[in-house]
């Protein structure tokens, strides 16, 4: 399976903005679904941003609408994460992969429907 790879991140202040990339690591389909994930010390991963490349449908998290967007680079099968008036809540390691989410339903809460894991990107925003 290939992992896709996260890159992009860096330390903000507050109010701040990123735009994280991630990709593939090899050849793959540009197909199903692909979630971005973040993971704070001590915490749970939890989805951020859930991507149906087949259904041309995204979905955020409550906490990040209207800040955050996705774009979908298909010819390179990319995508970026637009992160803007950042929080220090937003802080964590940033990942992507595809997935095989069980509908919509609560998919940010569910880690092992997606992988293999590739590199994260760290986000760090101060307060």
């Known amino acids: 399976q290939v992992q896709f790879m996260a890159s992009g991140g860096g330390a903000v202040q507050t109010g701040g903005s990123l735009t994280l990339s991630c990709s593939a690591s090899?050849?793959?389909?540009?197909?199903?679904?692909v979630g971005w994930f973040r993971q704070s010390p001590g915490k749970k991963r939890e989805g951020v941003v859930l991507?149906?490349?087949?259904?041309?449908?995204?979905a955020y998290i409550e906490p990040v609408k209207g800040r955050f967007w996705n774009t979908e680079e298909n010819v390179r099968n990319t995508r970026y994460l637009q992160m803007n008036n950042l929080k220090p809540e937003d802080g964590g390691k940033y990942y992507c992969?595809?997935?095989?989410?069980?509908?919509?339903?609560?998919?940010?809460?569910?880690?092992?429907?997606?992988?293999?894991w590739g590199r994260g990107t760290q986000v760090t925003v101060a307060s």
């Open positions: 991507i149906d490349r087949d259904a041309h449908s995204t």
């Open positions: 090899g050849e793959s389909e540009n197909s199903g679904c």
């Open positions: 992969a595809t997935g095989k989410p069980d509908g919509w339903g609560g998919w940010w809460t569910k880690p092992d429907d997606f992988g293999p």
